[in-house]
């Protein structure tokens, strides 16, 4: 059985996860997010789908980036067409 890297727990269902150089063994997913998954750069919280990701880092959703000031560039493959300000939601109903 293998140690899990974050809790030590020696599992026998362990796994390996590969991002980049950095590699661990994990006994949940709970364990892996925790190691690997970035953070927030506002916040803090892990980011666990595509987030934000601007120059200035990765935040883990729009307002986290506008609250860091972060600002809108094209980048491919990164999801930054959500920096800009939102703009408020229309007041008028139809009945």
């Not at 709970?30 to 666990?48: D, K, N, Q, T, Y």
């Not at 000031?69 to 229309?90: C, F, I, K, M």
């Amino acid at each position: 059985m293998a140690r899990c890297d974050v809790c030590g727990n020696d599992a026998p269902r362990t796994f390996t996860v590969t991002r980049g150089d950095q590699k661990g063994t994990f006994d949940s997913f709970e364990c892996a997010i925790h190691m690997m998954a970035p953070a927030c750069e506002h916040c803090g919280c892990r980011v666990l789908g595509h987030g934000v990701e601007t120059d200035e880092g990765i935040y883990c959703c729009e307002h986290c980036a506008r609250e860091a000031g972060a600002q809108h560039r094209e980048r491919p493959h990164a999801n930054t067409d959500l920096v800009a300000p939102a703009s408020p939601p229309s007041e008028s109903r139809e009945e």
